[in-house]
């Protein structure tokens, strides 16, 4: 069965800090990838995706993951993370293209201004 | 505008009264899901339809009941509600069948069961 494990439960950090949210997966065959972002009492926004081609991949806000298949991880990264980036971060995957989409419990990031 | 729509945003009922969440989606796609999100638990898939009147139990049925009668419609239904209930639900729907695609997701009803 489909499993995502997001290490960190919550992260604390400084304006202009770098940020690595860490994302592993089991599934043992062709996997879509995805980070979702859920602001204070809002709904889901899509971060960033990956289906196949070159591994590192960008999404809005300056974000951008890697996929690295040997080690089944999918890990968010950010430069440079601003106050306006304190959210929930999800971490999904979905089995092949037509599988369900299964969520990590999430990663609360909290940006200290 | 493409949606995924769901209602209502915010419901406070008392155990064992029947509701209904509605979700609808304008995009003529075939999969739709429910998911509850819980403090430390993430989303959690309730359950899923690939089509019209095909549905499928995720990982936490237990008390829900779905029906899938026109694809654009996929309401969650709530016969006994307990207090256990009481969290944010997502409708998501995707196509079918065409890869890389990605699932869109309504805004979420928050529910209290009291």
């Known amino acids: 069965a489909q499993s995502v494990s997001q290490h960190n439960h919550h992260v604390i950090l400084s304006e202009a800090a770098s940020l690595e949210l860490g994302c592993n997966y089991s599934y043992g065959g062709t996997v879509n990838l995805f980070w979702y972002v859920q602001y204070p009492g809002q709904h889901l926004q899509l971060l960033l995706k990956?289906?196949?081609?070159?591994?590192l991949v960008k999404g809005i806000k300056g974000f951008e993951a890697e996929f690295i298949k040997s080690k089944f991880s999918f890990n968010l990264r950010k430069p440079s993370v601003q106050w306006s980036d304190t959210a929930e971060y999800f971490c999904a995957v979905r089995g092949g293209s037509q599988g369900n989409l299964i969520f990590g419990k999430g990663t609360k990031l909290s940006v200290k201004p | 505008e493409a949606q995924v729509t769901q209602n209502p945003r915010y419901l406070i009922t008392v155990t064992g009264k029947k509701l209904t969440v509605t979700c609808s989606q304008n995009?003529?796609?075939?999969?739709m899901s429910w998911y509850r999100q819980d403090p430390g638990l993430g989303l959690r898939q309730i359950y899923y339809?690939?089509?019209?009147?095909?549905?499928d139990k995720g990982d936490v049925p237990e008390g829900y009941k779905v029906s899938r009668k026109e694809k654009r419609n996929f309401p969650l239904i709530l016969e006994s509600p307990s207090p256990n209930q009481t969290s944010l639900y997502f409708c998501?729907?995707?196509?079918?069948?065409?890869?890389?695609?990605?699932?869109?997701f309504g805004q979420g009803t928050r529910l209290t069961v009291v």
């Open positions: 995009m003529n796609h075939e999969y």
């Open positions: 339809s690939m089509n019209v009147e095909v549905t």
């Open positions: 998501a729907s995707r196509i079918v069948g065409v890869s890389n695609t990605e699932a869109f």
């Open positions: 990956y289906f196949s081609g070159d591994p």
